[in-house]
């Protein structure tokens, strides 16, 4: 199990090593040097570019340059951007990667959970009435013109009903009267931090107690750490941030219909894949020996056949990602949401090419643990991966 | 089995409504506004009408403006250096003292921290030129230190010492010496002439400054230079930039420093900000100039009057006469707000629902939400002209725009009343290159090209220049009032005085996503130069690439024929852009702004005059001279400019309205708006 | 005479062998098209995809002949219907027909002054039966404009999808046939591209490099061709290489040209021609984004609208202003939502693993 | 013999475009307490759908028009859904072919016994389930140990054996074994097979066999049923239908398949295919391929004849089939 994830660690490591790679030469085919685009600019002095170039390797040798420019990257020094000059790219990313964090996690989770169960609920109910328009709502939320979208999802939910705010992500009369010794990102740190710490210690209780011998003891120890986990979470902030608390649901409920919106790009696609998956497994003959036990209609659909639709399901996950990542950078702009798709986009527009190669080389990063995400998520799965054999 | 994930699924359910009520809990608007003890009345202003006093206590609310990008720095260095974001000039704008500043809404230049107009620098035995400028007493920062000359000759030293970019050089002028060519290092000769300028700032004792100049200052350099570079606290930045002088890159080390805690001595202290979502400036009540009543006259003079400080003092003229605008500085509002949305929208909702009161944006409102703000009960719209213009450039290193006929009859064809009319209200037909309502300098003889000419005519003018420079066509352009033919309209093979034939030619103008607007002049052009024949062709072009291409050097210069953009013009005070754009040694092949490549002797000499000239008077008459030389010859056809249209709450009271480049031109007059009880 | 009958032989062996090739194709393309017929959803897209192409085709002809250029041209038509108006002080509007305020009238011309006349017109203008979805900003007619990018989005999707159905099944035949390195140098791209967001990179690109039409079409074929496409056309290739036909040609002494080319792509086309359909939905999406985050250097598109609309601040007018975003937003999800759909339902005829069902 | 399972004139249909299929038609047998029967026949005759239908695990597309299935008294067929279910696994379960697929490959073993056992029994605790599951095991010859691993941890043989147990784990009444042996090599089938033998005779258990494999049959089921299309036409005890089949049909099945036991025969083959039953042939359905068939059998449906004690025959020549090893090629 180690072994495979360290496999496709370094799998990982292998292939965004190549993407830097062509990364770097699609920046030497640029026509010019990328500095050029800096003479007009009255910011830049021509001593300035020179450095510049050098930071981002542009001088020298073909392969000096290539081995610096690599080098850099894994020290962390993206170079300085162009357009806030002179801030380092990783302190800009720093500063707007929880952000695009929360808000990707947030939607994959709500996208993936919803497409799932209603992709299943789908197949199970195939041929019944309805489902054709299930199916063209599903293709509509799959092929929908995405910016229109999330125009229209604002103008109705912000504008029209009013529900939720359009265009921020805190309230700032809420945060300007307040005392306060801690910023927003501190808070954003900490909701994602809390996050993590839930997933992990629930994974972890999965794992412990799919381990034990006892299946009994198995799910009251999982249940146990859920129900745990929730009330440390609940203790915790009480106790050690209490005054971040109003806070953190201020950017909660600022976080709603951006996630809701961007969480629709996946959502549709993975609908019609669970379907189609599930629809599949229907055909196994384990479903059959399912049914022949006299398991419950409910236990044959969610035990066996949707754990089963599961697995191809989320090896496309990937491409779902993909997906989610270039909707964020649709979503953060419409919904003003300063995160790493919209320093993508407005660094891509003003040809801060430091920044725009920076923040594209950490949404690469993002897609890659998505995906190693996904990959140690299958094999924990389907035991043929995990349990050898 | 399903037991417990029910639990869970309702567990979920529960602490999301959980978050999401208590999130709407403290989302509902508390009373935001506090109502204040000190009275009030209004003061308003209208053409010719004079406004009454106010007194000046603050009335402790907050002003909110939207504005629409975060801030990239709160350091004030950076901010004049390379980060010149007029968002963060928004903020951090109203800081630091000088010695001049300029007195809105007339563009006046007027005392700051100096105690009277400007003194006339004087020639030294060795060459250089001095002057020297007293300064008040009792100037404070907002940390109780004082104001002295010694903040400027700080400023001065790290400027020169750091070699500091962006708009510092332009600001002080540094003087450069001859550069030397080094043989050793490149074949090229890079020997250049010494750059006069300011060569020292000393502190002759606490309130008094002297500067020193290479040759004698024009007013460039002196008024409208020195006199308005910033005072940096010393006592705030000296320790950071002792620190700074030990890196390896000062200037950036100096940049990268947060100025948070600065102390101001304007109006408004910075107080922070929130990365992405705010920034905050409080009010400063003990500002030198809080509470100072302003008097325009009707002869141009004006007067500053503060009893508590014991100032009353009048420039230009004695203040007698009708009182034009009258009106008392506060603060007033005990802090401002500038909270960042993302687009008009959201921002005009906000406006509509009290969240803000205005909205700071450099190009003012979105055409789409005019309706909607004369619409709203509670929204004021205001217009004002900008500070700049969009142009046609023409390649005059080449054939046939070399031509001044050819580039005049391209001129001639453009219906900018048309266009106008088109983009509704979207621009404003300019013929000048100082715009229109910088009435103080702009030329009101300037040549107005084929303006009101019906399209017929418009033709015959220009088929007649063409003609008389020896233009010829193998099939003759005929009229085509239907306009029924598009490009390439009824000519052909239109050949040049030579007998060459004319090659087709690019317009690069940036394409409908960038700029509609000059998107669409490009369109219409391509459509009016055919109809001469002229095989010109529109290509929508990325902004930077234009840029690229047109102030590329040497032998690229040559690289483009016909391009559309604008320039946002500085100081309104002195208009010497004509010099930058026009004048021989400006030429962009060899890396200055004349794109055209134009060369006219005797718009060097008036250039030259300009930057030496040391009264207002003389350098107007010059900028009217240059003015209409340039627009007769045509390098530039100016196109049009873009009004600034404003909305803010009716519950504002700004004491003046009208002003070129509408009211984010001065952040929002944040010191002096009042709002009604 | 014995090598004459010879060739005369292999020519009618090869046009047999063709005709033969043909009447195998039309009778699975019947055999398909009625499976197809049966298919409610994906008939429903074809119908939306053939509305559309006669949209783009009438485009030009309505030009040509009932359309006056000078009006409806989608770039530099002008048509505003306009009403002469008196301008009168701010708040003595009596009737708004004829009358217009002061503060209005600058809105529009600054130097304006009560009692002078002033042309109004009204830009955008609502729907009306000159033009059918009114006018957007600029006083140009939205229908006209919106048939004439239907032409630019099939022109985009129909060159995305040829160059990337084009490129996907060259390589997934090659590395089917030859395996080996070629077969994972090729997989191993194609990993690598699924894994990068398409999106940011094409944002990315679009920073470094001018992007039109054209480029952007290229650009989604080759990504898409070197991509996902490649690896599911590979699989086909692989699973049609190891049947015994191919060993019976190969035995037969077919060159490996012949072999790709005469009887692995051939097996490989109907799987392709699906994956052109998901490749149209692809770029036409891709470019209205791209249009609208204001990256391409295009005249008109229905992206283009909509940023257009965005950009004047129409954006959030919801129902107001519903003639200048909805029927470009429409459009992009109509026409991409068809070949979707088309694909889906070939999906289930063509594809073998789906076919049983 | 007490009959715990009387299946009378069960009729089951599909539904399809293009008509009916007449899957199943007027099936009818009983089956003894402790007593073995295999269904042979060729693969489509109807055998599975005769399992499904006792099971009444059918395709929506599939109705079972007409005849009951009384199970301990209690007939099957008019049963709602829910109560069938609680039926199925507790009072007749089931051992299915291909015992790869039968397994949920994400799930222990242990676990998917225990699911069965914990529907049926709800009040069992699960050491009780863990110690009567390791019981199961060990009486088909599997480590207990090996409960807590995953179905791909099996070889095919020991799936199957678990297969066995988990058909065993509610102490069914009836035990319906569906190929249990087909994907088996040959070693591990007999070994399979004698198990469960030795099984079904240790505890008593009532079992219906299908299999296309007449030696398999022979070897485990104390009768013998022959289904040709959807119709039972021979059904007798192995004894004496395995020696001497009266149906041509059974006739030319026994003699296509070589004999494991007994004296060496010869084969002869079994030509043609079994009819598609949307439109099956009148008469008797074998009439097409029938060596012996006559012009009443291309008419008319033969009746069941008794040639035997409790050995009947739906032929109306029963009385020209030859011994086996008989007929000249």
Same mark, same amino acid.
């Not at chain 1, 103008?155 to 939720?164: D, K, P, S, V």
């Not at chain 2, 213009?389 to 005059?396: G, I």
């Not at chain 2, 001129?411 to 048309?418: A, T, V």
């Given at each position: 199990m180690l072994k495979f994830i360290g496999k496709r660690t370094v799998q990982n490591i292998l292939v965004f090593i190549v993407f830097l790679t062509a990364t770097f030469f699609l920046l030497q085919a640029q026509p010019g040097d990328i500095t050029d685009q800096f003479l007009s600019n009255p910011k830049i002095t021509p001593e300035v570019r020179q450095q510049f170039a050098e930071r981002l390797g542009l001088t020298g040798t073909l392969w000096e340059q290539y081995v610096r420019y690599m080098k850099n990257f894994f020290t962390g020094n993206l170079g300085v951007s162009f357009s806030e000059y002179p801030k380092e790219v990783m302190d800009i990313i720093a500063e707007r990667l929880p952000r695009t964090l929360a808000l990707f996690l *947030?939607?994959?989770?709500?996208?993936?959970?919803?497409?799932?169960?209603?992709?299943?609920?789908?197949?199970?109910?195939?041929?019944?009435?309805?489902?054709?328009?299930?199916?063209?709502?599903?293709?509509?939320?799959?092929?929908?013109?995405?910016?229109?979208?999330?125009?229209?999802?604002?103008?109705?939910?912000?504008?029209?009903?009013?529900? *939720?705010?359009?265009?921020?992500?805190?309230?700032?009369?809420?945060?300007?009267?307040?005392?306060?010794?801690?910023?927003?990102?501190?808070?954003?740190?900490?909701?994602?931090?809390?996050?993590?710490?839930?997933?992990?210690?629930?994974?972890?209780?999965?794992i412990i107690g799919r381990r034990m011998n006892s299946r009994v003891a198995g799910r009251r120890f999982i249940w146990g750490t859920r129900v745990l986990t929730l009330i440390a979470l609940v203790v915790w902030w009480e106790a050690v941030w209490p005054e971040m608390i109003p806070f953190a649901l201020d950017i909660a409920y600022h976080l709603v219909l951006p996630t809701v919106t961007l969480s629709f790009v996946g959502f549709g696609g993975w609908m019609l894949l669970t379907r189609a998956s599930m629809l599949e497994t229907l055909r196994e003959d384990y479903i059959l020996t399912a049914r022949a036990k006299g398991l419950p209609d409910k236990v044959v659909r969610d035990r066996h056949a949707a754990r089963n639709a599961l697995l191809p399901v989320t090896t496309s996950l990937v491409i779902g990602l993909a997906f989610l990542i270039g909707g964020g950078v649709v979503t953060e702009t419409v919904f003003s949401w300063p995160g790493m798709g919209q320093t993508l986009l407005s660094a891509a527009s003003q040809q801060d090419i430091p920044l725009t190669i920076g923040a594209f080389a950490f949404i690469a990063v993002l897609a890659l643990i998505a995906h190693l995400v996904v990959d140690i998520m299958y094999m924990y799965l389907d035991p043929r991966i995990r349990v050898g054999g | 089995m399903t037991q417990p994930r029910k639990l869970w699924t309702w567990l979920a359910v529960i602490a999301v409504f959980a978050l999401i009520a208590a999130a709407c809990g403290q989302g509902t608007p508390t009373e935001t506004t506090t109502s204040t003890t000190?009275?009030?009345?209004?003061?308003?202003?209208?053409?010719?009408?004079?406004?009454?006093?106010?007194?000046?206590?603050?009335?402790?609310?907050?002003?909110?403006?939207?504005?629409?990008?975060?801030?990239?720095?709160?350091?004030?260095?950076?901010?004049?250096?390379?980060?010149?974001? !007029?968002?963060?000039?928004?903020?951090?704008?109203?800081?630091?003292p000088a010695l001049f500043t300029l007195a809105y809404p007339n563009i006046i230049h007027v005392p700051d921290l100096a105690t009277g107009a400007a003194n006339t620098p004087e020639e030294q035995a060795d060459g250089t030129w001095t002057v020297t400028q007293e300064i008040r007493k009792g100037y404070m920062w907002s940390d109780g230190t004082e104001v002295t000359a010694n903040d400027l000759v700080f400023t001065y030293n790290v400027v020169k010492d750091f070699g500091l970019g962006g708009n510092w050089p332009s600001t002080f002028n540094l003087y450069v010496p001859e550069t030397p060519d080094d043989p050793a290092t490149t074949d090229v000769d890079e020997s250049a002439p010494a750059r006069d300028g300011v060569t020292n700032i000393e502190a002759v004792d606490d309130y008094t400054v002297k500067v020193t100049f290479s040759a004698q200052p024009g007013i460039s350099m002196w008024q409208n230079g020195i006199g308005f570079a910033p005072f940096m606290p010393e006592q705030f930045w000296g320790p950071i930039v002792d620190e700074a002088k030990n890196s390896d890159d000062p200037a950036a080390a100096l940049y990268a420093a947060s100025g948070e805690g600065e102390p101001s001595a304007g109006g408004l202290i910075y107080a922070g900000r929130e990365p992405g979502a705010f920034a905050k400036n409080v009010a400063n009540q003990d500002a030198y100039y809080a509470g100072t009543t302003y008097t325009f006259y009707a002869d141009g003079s004006f007067r500053q009057a503060n009893a508590d400080k014991g100032f009353d003092e009048v420039y230009y003229g004695d203040g007698t006469g009708d009182v034009t605008l009258e009106y008392t500085d506060g603060p007033y509002a005990k802090d401002v707000l500038y909270s960042i949305y993302g687009d008009q929208n959201a921002a005009l909702l906000a406006l509509k629902s009290g969240e803000i009161d205005f909205m700071l944006t450099p190009l003012g409102l979105q055409s789409g939400l005019k309706q909607e703000v004369l619409d709203s009960p509670d929204l004021s719209l205001i217009a004002n002209g900008s500070n700049g213009?969009?142009?046609?450039?023409?390649?005059?290193?080449?054939?046939?725009?070399?031509?001044?006929?050819?580039?005049?009859?391209?001129?001639?064809?453009?219906?900018?009343?048309?266009?106008?009319q088109l983009l509704q209200g979207a621009i404003i037909p300019a013929y000048s290159l100082v715009p229109a309502a910088n009435t103080f300098w702009a030329n009101p003889n300037t040549e107005q090209l084929c303006k009101g000419l019906s399209g017929q005519e418009r033709f015959d003018t220009a088929m007649g220049m063409l003609k008389d420079a020896g233009f010829t066509w193998d099939v003759e352009p005929q009229y085509d009032a239907d306009f029924a033919s598009l490009v390439p309209g009824t000519g052909?093979?239109?050949?040049?005085?030579?007998?060459?034939? #004319?090659?087709?030619?690019?317009?690069?103008?940036?394409?409908?996503?960038?700029?509609?607007?000059?998107?669409?002049?490009?369109?219409?052009?391509?459509?009016?130069?055919?109809?001469?024949?002229?095989?010109?062709?529109?290509?929508?072009?990325?902004?930077?690439?234009?840029?690229?291409? #047109?102030?590329?050097?040497?032998?690229?210069?040559?690289?483009?024929?016909?391009?559309?953009?604008?320039?946002?013009?500085?100081?309104?005070?002195?208009?010497?852009?004509?010099?930058?754009?026009?004048?021989?040694?400006?030429?962009?092949?060899?890396?200055?702004?004349?794109?055209?490549?134009?060369?006219?002797?005797? !718009?060097?000499?008036?250039?030259?005059?300009?930057?030496?000239?040391?009264? !207002?008077?003389?350098?107007?008459?010059? !900028?009217?001279?240059?003015?209409a030389k340039i627009v007769e010859d045509a390098p530039y056809v100016v196109l049009f400019q873009t009004p600034v249209l404003e909305a803010y709450r009716n519950t504002l009271i700004f004491p003046f309205t009208d002003t070129l480049d509408g009211l984010q031109n001065l952040s929002g007059l944040p010191t002096s708006v009042q709002m009604q009880q | 005479m014995t090598t004459d009958l010879h060739q005369s032989t292999e020519e009618m062996l090869a046009e047999s062998l063709w005709k033969v090739r043909l009447k195998l194709a039309w009778r699975s393309f019947r055999k398909g098209w009625a499976s197809f017929v049966e298919n409610r959803i994906g008939l429903l897209g074809l119908g939306i995809i053939a509305l559309y192409g006669l949209m783009a085709l009438a485009h030009p002809i309505l030009l040509d002949t009932v359309w006056d250029p000078r009006v409806y041209d989608p770039i530099i038509g002008y048509d505003a219907p306009a009403t002469i108006k008196t301008i009168v002080p701010d708040g003595q509007v009596t009737d708004p027909e004829t009358q217009v305020s002061l503060l209005e009238a600058r809105l529009i011309n600054p130097i304006l002054k009560v009692g002078e006349?002033?042309? %109004?017109?009204?830009? +955008?203008?609502?729907?009306?039966?000159?033009?059918?979805?009114?006018?957007? +900003?600029?006083?140009?007619?939205?229908?006209?404009?919106?048939?004439?990018?239907?032409?630019?989005?099939?022109?985009?999707?129909?060159?995305?999808?040829?160059?990337?159905?084009? %490129?996907?099944?060259?390589?997934?035949?090659?590395?089917?046939?030859?395996g080996g390195l070629i077969d994972t140098f090729f997989m191993r791209l194609a990993d690598l591209i699924l894994l990068v967001p398409f999106l940011p990179l094409l944002i990315v690109l679009s920073a470094l490099f001018q992007f039109g039409l054209l480029h952007l079409a290229l650009m989604i074929g080759i990504l898409g061709g070197f991509g996902g496409t490649a690896i599911i056309l590979k699989s086909q290739a692989l699973s049609i290489s190891v049947k015994p036909f191919i060993d019976a040609a190969r035995i037969a002494g077919g060159g490996k040209m012949h072999l790709i080319f005469r009887h692995i792509i051939p097996n490989v086309l109907p799987l392709s021609f699906l994956y052109m359909m998901f490749s149209v939905t692809d770029a036409i999406s891709i470019e209205a984004t791209l249009s609208f985050l204001g990256l391409l250097n295009i005249d008109m598109s229905w992206g283009i609208m909509i940023y257009q609309a965005s950009v004047q601040g129409y954006l959030l007018s919801g129902t107001k202003y519903w003639w200048l975003l909805m029927p470009a937003g429409l459009s992009v999800t109509l026409l991409a939502g068809s070949f979707f759909l088309v694909g889906r339902a070939m999906d289930e005829i063509i594809n073998p693993r789906l076919r049983k069902r | 013999m007490e009959h715990i399972l009387e299946v009378n004139d069960l009729t089951m249909h599909y539904t399809v475009k293009e008509g009916e299929v007449m899957a199943v038609d007027d099936v009818s047998f009983a089956l003894g307490r402790g007593e073995a029967l295999g269904l042979v026949g060729e693969s489509g005759c109807g055998k599975t759908s005769v399992a499904m239908s006792l099971?009444?695990?059918?395709?929506?597309?599939?109705?079972?028009?007409?005849?009951?299935?009384?199970?301990?008294?209690?007939?099957?067929?008019?049963?709602?859904?829910? &109560?069938?279910?609680?039926?199925?696994?507790?009072?007749?379960?089931?051992?299915?072919?291909?015992?790869?697929?039968?397994?949920?490959?994400?799930?222990?073993?242990?676990?998917?016994?225990?699911?069965?056992?914990?529907?049926?029994?709800?009040?069992?605790?699960?050491?009780?389930?863990?110690?009567?599951?390791?019981?199961?095991?060990?009486?088909?010859?599997?480590?207990?140990?090996? /409960?807590?691993?995953?179905?791909?941890? $099996?070889?095919?043989? /020991?799936?199957?054996?678990?297969?066995?147990?988990?058909?065993?784990? @509610?102490?069914?009444?009836?035990?319906?074994?569906? &190929?249990?042996?087909?994907?088996?090599?040959?070693?591990?089938?007999?070994?399979?097979?004698?198990?469960?033998?030795?099984?079904?005779?240790?505890?008593?258990?009532?079992?219906?066999?299908?299999?296309?494999?007449?030696? =398999?049959?022979?070897? =485990?089921?104390d009768r013998i049923g022959v289904m040709y299309a959807g119709k039972l036409v021979e059904l007798g005890p192995t004894d004496e239908v395995f020696p001497r089949p009266r149906h041509p049909y059974a006739y030319l099945l026994l003699a296509s398949t070589p004999s494991v036991?007994?004296?060496?025969?010869?084969?002869?083959?079994? &030509?043609?295919?079994?009819?598609?039953?949307?439109?099956?042939?009148?008469? @008797?359905? $074998?009439?097409?391929?029938?060596p012996f068939a006559t012009e009443v059998c291309a008419t008319d449906e033969p009746p069941y004849t008794e040639v035997d004690e409790g050995h009947i025959v739906a032929c109306w020549n029963w009385e020209q089939v030859p011994e086996l090893g008989r007929l000249e090629a």
């Open positions: *947030f939607a994959t989770f709500l996208a993936f959970i919803v497409g799932f169960k209603s992709g299943k609920l789908l197949a199970w109910r195939r041929g019944k009435r309805g489902e054709h328009v299930i199916t063209l709502t599903g293709v509509f939320f799959q092929t929908v013109f995405y910016p229109w979208f999330a125009v229209v999802m604002i103008w109705i939910f912000a504008f029209f009903l009013g529900w *939720f705010p359009a265009g921020k992500f805190l309230t700032v009369d809420k945060w300007l009267t307040a005392e306060r010794t801690f910023d927003a990102n501190a808070v954003f740190d900490r909701m994602l931090l809390t996050v993590l710490a839930v997933a992990v210690l629930i994974i972890a209780a999965e | 000190a009275a009030q009345s209004s003061t308003t202003t209208t053409e010719g009408s004079t406004a009454t006093t106010a007194p000046p206590a603050a009335q402790g609310f907050t002003y909110k403006m939207g504005i629409f990008n975060d801030l990239t720095t709160d350091n004030y260095w950076a901010y004049i250096g390379p980060e010149s974001e !007029v968002w963060n000039g928004y903020v951090l704008g109203s800081q630091h213009f969009r142009y046609l450039a023409f390649n005059m290193r080449k054939s046939p725009m070399n031509i001044r006929e050819f580039r005049r009859a391209v001129g001639c064809m453009i219906d900018k009343e048309f266009l106008q052909t093979g239109m050949k040049d005085p030579d007998g060459n034939p #004319v090659p087709e030619m690019e317009i690069l103008a940036p394409g409908a996503g960038y700029d509609p607007l000059r998107s669409t002049a490009s369109i219409w052009i391509e459509q009016w130069a055919g109809q001469l024949g002229i095989p010109a062709k529109a290509v929508p072009t990325s902004f930077s690439v234009i840029v690229d291409k #047109v102030f590329a050097e040497g032998e690229a210069a040559k690289d483009w024929d016909w391009y559309i953009l604008g320039w946002g013009l500085g100081d309104p005070s002195f208009p010497d852009f004509h010099e930058a754009f026009f004048a021989s040694w400006q030429d962009s092949a060899e890396g200055g702004f004349n794109t055209p490549g134009y060369s006219d002797p005797q !718009v060097d000499e008036w250039a030259q005059d300009l930057l030496a000239a040391t009264d !207002v008077n003389t350098a107007r008459d010059i !900028v009217h001279k240059l003015d | 006349t002033l042309e %109004i017109r009204e830009q +955008p203008a609502s729907p009306s039966r000159k033009h059918l979805l009114g006018t957007d +900003p600029l006083g140009r007619d939205v229908l006209s404009q919106l048939m004439f990018s239907t032409r630019a989005a099939f022109l985009l999707g129909v060159v995305a999808s040829l160059v990337t159905v084009f %490129i996907a099944t060259t390589v997934g035949s090659v590395s089917a046939f030859f | 099971i009444r695990l059918l395709a929506d597309n599939a109705e079972i028009q007409k005849g009951s299935i009384v199970l301990d008294g209690v007939d099957l067929v008019p049963l709602v859904e829910e &109560e069938m279910r609680t039926h199925r696994w507790a009072d007749i379960s089931m051992v299915f072919q291909g015992a790869m697929n039968a397994w949920n490959p994400v799930y222990k073993v242990g676990d998917q016994i225990w699911e069965a056992m914990q529907t049926h029994f709800p009040l069992m605790t699960e050491s009780e389930a863990r110690e009567r599951i390791a019981e199961l095991f060990r009486l088909v010859g599997l480590n207990p140990a090996m /409960m807590d691993r995953y179905p791909h941890e $099996f070889s095919g043989g /020991m799936r199957q054996r678990a297969i066995i147990a988990m058909a065993l784990s @509610c102490n069914p009444k009836v035990i319906i074994a569906d &190929e249990p042996t087909t994907a088996l090599d040959v070693i591990v089938q007999d070994q399979i097979l004698k198990e469960l033998k030795k099984i079904q005779q240790e505890l008593g258990m009532s079992i219906i066999y299908i299999s296309h494999d007449v030696a =398999v049959i022979a070897e =485990v089921s036991k007994g004296p060496r025969r010869k084969l002869a083959p079994l &030509e043609g295919e079994p009819p598609n039953l949307l439109h099956p042939p009148a008469g @008797c359905r $074998f009439h097409p391929r029938c």
